[in-house]
């Protein structure tokens, strides 16, 4: 009798978003390829690109784990400069090492700058206008509402962290209070409640 004939192969997903099979680990094809991510993602960023890279990186592309995303954030946030720019050198660099870096650079601030440039020209033309100043008094809301959203999905790894639920989530509360409610400086509530997570993680973590 023939053979049953073989089932037709599934799509290669790889070659449309970068993600490698299950077999592999997922990274971007070349340091074009991850210029052309962060160039796309930069330009959805209306209002902070955080939320978009957070999708992008971690539910779309699949080249972070959102443990993975969240370590990166971290250090990302206590370098010196915009977050998420060095997010985006953090990201490079852990692809391609320091071209990987300046290509994701390049994608995160080339083209959005040109973009910048041309609003605030138009903008300048109708900046009198109050129907205009409301509708960026409603954009700040939606993105408002976009980065909550995310800090909720990103909170979701505290349960995964080596120390217990309660005492990371007093930490983040601290952290939340000291700066939205008090208005601490960053630096000081980072030096303190980030050195104290890193201390108490460090002698978890310790054999």
Not at 10 to 37: E, I, K, M, N
Request: charged content about 15%; aromatic content about 4%.
């Amino acid at each position: 009798m023939p053979a049953d004939p073989l089932p037709p192969a599934a799509p290669d997903l790889s070659t449309a978003t970068g993600v490698a099979p299950a077999d592999g680990p997922a990274r971007p094809r070349s340091r074009t390829h991850l210029f052309v991510a962060f160039t796309l993602l930069a330009l959805q960023g209306f209002g902070g690109v955080l939320p978009v890279v957070q999708r992008e990186m971690v539910e779309r592309r699949r080249w972070m784990t959102q443990e993975e995303f969240v370590e990166e954030w971290a250090v990302a946030q206590t370098m010196p400069g915009p977050n998420v720019v060095n997010l985006s050198l953090v990201i490079g660099n852990r692809c391609f090492g320091l071209t990987g870096a300046l290509a994701a650079l390049a994608g995160m601030l080339l083209v959005p700058s040109l973009v910048v440039l041309a609003l605030a020209t138009v903008y300048a033309l109708f900046a009198a206008d109050p129907r205009v100043a409301g509708a960026l008094r409603g954009m700040a809301a939606v993105a408002a509402g976009m980065i909550v959203a995310t800090g909720v999905k990103l909170a979701a790894t505290l349960r995964r962290h080596p120390l217990p639920l309660p005492l990371t989530a007093t930490l983040a509360l601290l952290a939340i209070g000291a700066l939205a409610v008090l208005r601490l400086p960053m630096l000081p509530v980072l030096l303190v409640l980030g050195g104290t997570g890193c201390v108490l993680t460090y002698r978890r973590l310790k054999p």
